[in-house]
């Protein structure tokens, strides 16, 4: 809240507290400066060997991106507009009409290889496809879409990225829409020989500039390979080099949870390109938490992390939520005077949880006693469903303003993995509630649907720092939650749906989120203490019960 000027104040007729409300609440940024680079669209089709279930399938890929003509070192690389196209012949399409398939879902993951000089590492594209239909003849043609990551060098010269191999994930339907026995398929895709010499799909000449190095003390390793996570569903392929791939949404063996996957460290020198997003030296000095970087930020972006718990009522436990990213635009705020006579401050955000490119949370393990006696542990994932919209109302009173903020957000949970007694239950890959989780609605008029409900309040108080919460400053928000009935789980012809549902689903679960200070990502000198250098969320918070 420290450092951070009004950009609306009351009128002379107005008191002194407006404007001092004003001037918290807004958290006004000023316009970031902004470089037009050019850039150019990258547009590949190869030849892949795939190997389906019933044996080795040639097919085509194409690579679509947008990336910049050149870039200078220390300066963020992105590709923006990326869509991955696998275009698998009829005989693909025979598999799925054999099950029944009316309809398809996939999931890709293209492992990028970034070089330059002698460093090198690999990056993960995920995209993911809408459902598309089985073709009774001919070929299936599946477009994943998604966000990538952005790579930093702190070297000059040419930086190259090369297709490699490429990971689906398929989730066939039937027509009624119930998923086909098996209910999901992998698929491995390598270059074809005949792709030699031909994958390269940019090259982006890195002009010298203001070098990126380690912190002090920070010891320097050669580029390695981030750890990177394939889609959270329909499937958990295994990548042709034998190494078996990671589902979004769990974490990679030796991980902790909420942590960043490592990303690809410096050379000697602070040398060489890495992904963007890791944790040092950017964000030294904090705990580790989820990359948070906002990939195109405007004047009015900003980004928090948010972590907590929630009572599982029937579990007699609770369940914590694992240290989350959320991005926000914030809207134009509104003075509105009341017929009462008082002055309120107004302002509507929308925004997202971010975690590898996907609108959901980091993956979380809750441990309960089921049914009072069996020890169970879950893997869950809470997945966005539609908008989060935050509803800031600041009345303004002199000298203590009353701060008053609803969240609203749409959230499945996902199963991903349940032991129970230490014994796998597989629950498949499509293991989730039936609708979003539902709160009580004060407004059911204008938000109507099932979603999350989250209060806070908070006070403002003339020359000090703001108490309980306030949206540029954090806090703790709370609420109740109801969850719903689950559906798709259990594999192999077994249907777990109703025992997930007698064990967890119900009202009355309680939840207490805690909100840490935002970054304003777009201003031109971030506030100390609130951003890191990469421009990501310095404050951690902790979970409170």
């Not at 940019?202 to 889609?231: H, L």
């Not at 809207?331 to 490119?357: A, C, W």
């Not at 979380?364 to 809470?382: E, I, M, R, W, Y």
Request: net charge negative; charged share 15%.
């Amino acid at each position: 809240m420290r450092g951070q000027r009004a950009a609306l104040r009351p009128s002379r007729a107005q008191t002194r507290g407006a404007a001092i409300a004003a001037l918290v609440a807004l958290a006004p940024l000023l316009p970031a400066a902004a470089v037009a680079l050019g850039s150019h669209e990258v547009d590949t089709r190869l030849p892949y060997l795939c190997t389906l279930p019933s044996g080795p399938q040639t097919a085509t890929v194409r690579i679509r991106a947008t990336v910049p003509d050149r870039a200078t070192v220390g300066e963020t690389i992105e590709a923006a507009d990326v869509s991955t196209t696998l275009e698998l012949p009829a005989a693909a399409a025979a598999e799925l009409t054999a099950l029944e398939a009316a309809t398809v879902r996939a999931e890709t993951t293209l492992t990028v290889g970034v070089g330059q000089n002698a460093a090198s590492t690999d990056v993960t594209w995920l995209g993911t496809a809408q459902p598309a239909p089985v073709p009774a003849e001919g070929p299936l043609t599946l477009t994943g879409t998604g966000d990538v990551p952005a790579l930093t060098t702190g070297t000059a010269g040419d930086l190259t990225l090369t297709a490699g191999n490429l990971a689906v994930g398929l989730a066939p339907s039937k027509a009624d829409g119930t998923p086909t026995s098996p209910a999901s398929l992998s698929v491995s895709c390598v270059p074809g020989p005949d792709a030699e010499g031909r994958t390269t799909l940019a090259r982006i000449p890195v002009a010298p500039g203001s070098a990126v190095t380690p912190s002090p003390g920070t010891p320097s390793t050669p580029p390695t390979a981030p750890s990177s996570s394939p889609p959270p569903s329909p499937s958990s392929p295994t990548a042709p080099s034998g190494r078996p791939s990671t589902p979004a949404g769990r974490e990679p063996t030796g991980g902790t949870t909420g942590a960043p996957p490592d990303t690809a460290a410096a050379t000697d020198s602070g040398k060489g390109p890495r992904v963007a997003t890791e944790n040092a030296p950017a964000t030294a000095g904090r705990p580790k938490a989820p990359p948070c970087v906002t990939e195109k930020p405007t004047s009015t972006s900003l980004s928090a992390y948010i972590t907590g718990y929630s009572n599982v009522r029937k579990l007699d436990g609770a369940s914590l939520i694992p240290v989350s990213c959320v991005q926000l635009e914030q809207g134009e705020p509104v003075i509105d005077f009341r017929p009462d006579g008082t002055l309120h401050l107004l302002q509507k955000s929308e925004g997202s949880l971010r975690y590898q490119g996907r609108k959901q949370s980091p993956p979380f393990t809750s441990t309960f006693l089921t049914f009072g006696f069996a020890p169970t542990k879950a893997t869950l994932v809470l997945e966005q469903a539609g908008p989060l919209i935050v509803e800031s109302d600041v009345l303004l009173v002199f000298p203590d303003n009353i701060a008053e903020t609803y969240i609203r957000v749409p959230l499945v949970l996902r199963v991903l993995d349940v032991e129970v007694n230490g014994t796998p239950l597989d629950v498949g890959p499509d293991c989730r509630t039936v609708t979003p989780l539902s709160s009580p609605e004060p407004q059911p008029s204008k938000y109507p649907g099932d979603h999350l409900v989250l209060l806070g309040k908070g006070q403002l108080l003339n020359g000090t720092d703001a108490t309980g919460y306030v949206l540029t400053s954090g806090g703790p928000l709370t609420g109740e939650v109801t969850i719903p009935a689950f559906k798709g789980c259990g594999a192999g012809g077994e249907d777990l749906d109703r025992l997930l549902t007698a064990s967890i689903s119900g009202p009355g679960n309680h939840i207490r989120q805690i909100q840490g200070q935002t970054c304003a990502v777009g201003v031109e000198v971030p506030t100390e203490g609130q951003c890191t250098a990469d421009r990501q969320p310095y404050v951690v918070p902790k979970p409170e019960r």
